[in-house]
């Protein structure tokens, strides 16, 4: 009988307190994921070893250049980026066997018997004078490209799109598409900072 | 709490369930953001891509900043693109001093996947990218990633 009349915590600050915090994490911590293209970065050639490296045949190798005002070059014509994504595709596919494409290698792939894989290689050049986002949108073609090929290969393969196979068929199918963009080495032409 | 109950009907809501609500939000929070460990002092607006993937290890990347600096630095400063290492400006040949320190914070079995991040403005010319790229080939860092927008 005597307990009825406990006195209740004041636990209307807690409230308070807690938005403080809530409010301290708000604006010291930093939300979202980075997202971005990932690339690999080809190790520093050694000056005795640069003679060797460079026997590509010249059909396997399609040169992007873009210049210092963002125009772009895709092997011997200037294109807009918009139709280059076609122009990758058809260069890596080579549909149609035309000897000035790039040649297929019958390749036995684990798990998954003996295709053709293109050994295309494409080679992007810039000036100093490109803007990064030209670059970026050129790098994001390329890289539409190649998924969308591996897109195809894995409905073919599949019957399913890349991103729902699991990693096993994924790096199957990378094995079937590779991703080949090669950074030549800078050159300087426009003068343009 | 007895003391509302005193006139009878009336009931005032009790606060006590907000401060729950609050602390459920703060762990959200905590939970899902991650600290930020460097102030911008340079303007990044990266560029977007339609085809930018997320980063795989946070906590293996390293990041470095590309752009012009901030309005309150511009008179200190100027307006030349500059790049921006953990806390201060650098220069291309600092990098090489800041991927062996980021190396050296990893344990051993992550440093083969140590990702450098570039985030670079998009009216950046090209040229200084590719200084970084040299530099970064050099010490080889060879994992990079260009930091974009998801476009879409």
Redo the contacts between chains.
């Keep these: 009988m005597a307990r009825k ?1 406990i ?2 915590l004041n ?2 600050s ?2 308070d307190i ?2 403080l ?2 409010c301290y ?2 604006m ?4 979202g ?12 050639p050694d000056e005795k070893q640069k003679a060797q490296d460079q026997k590509v045949n010249r059909r396997n190798i399609i040169v992007v250049k873009i210049n210092a005002q963002d125009r772009l070059l895709a092997g011997t014509e200037p294109m807009d980026v918009s139709q280059l994504k076609d122009k990758i595709k058809i260069f890596l596919t080579n549909p149609t066997n035309d000897p000035s494409l790039p040649e297929k290698v019958q390749t036995e792939i684990e798990g998954l018997g003996t295709r053709e894989v293109s050994k295309g290689v494409i080679s992007l050049q ?8 030209a ?3 050129v ?2 073609e390329l ?2 490209a190649v ?1 969308e090929l591996r897109d195809e290969a894995s409905m073919a393969e599949f019957g399913k799109v890349f991103i729902a196979l699991n990693e096993d068929q994924q790096s199957i199918i990378k094995k079937v598409v590779p991703q080949q963009i090669s ?1 030549a080495e ?1 050159k ?1 032409i426009g003068k ?2 | ?2 003391m509302f109950k005193k006139d009878g009907k009336k009931e005032v809501p009790g ?2 369930t ?2 729950d609500i ?2 459920m ?2 762990f959200f ?2 939970v ?5 460990d460097t102030e911008d002092k340079v303007m990044v607006k ?2 977007s ?7 795989e290890r ?1 906590d293996l ?1 390293s990041y470095i900043n590309v752009g012009t600096p901030i309005r309150s630095l511009q008179a200190q400063y100027g307006t030349e693109t500059r790049i921006q290492l953990n806390d201060s400006f650098k220069t291309t040949k600092d990098i090489r001093d800041f991927v062996a320190a980021e190396r050296e914070s990893m344990s051993e079995a992550d440093r083969a996947f140590m ?1 450098v ?1 570039i985030k ?8 200084i ?2 200084d970084i ?2 530099e ?3 010490c ?1 860092a ?9 476009a879409e």
């Excluded at chain 1, 810039?126 to 986002?133: E, I, V």
């Design positions: 009349s006195p209740g636990t209307s807690t409230a807690a938005f915090l809530l994490f708000l010291t911590t930093t939300m994921s980075q997202t971005g293209l990932s690339r690999r970065l080809p190790p520093m810039n000036d100093r004078g490109t803007s990064y986002q670059y970026i949108a790098q994001n890289v539409k998924n950074e800078p300087d343009k900072r | 709490m007895s606060i006590g907000s401060s609050v602390f939000l703060l929070f905590m899902t953001t991650q600290m930020r990266v560029p891509a339609s085809e930018a993937v997320k980063l946070k990347a990702t991040c670079a403005d998009e009216n950046t010319r090209m040229g990218v590719t790229k040299q970064l080939r050099r080889s060879l994992k990079i990633m260009y930091s974009a927008r998801k």
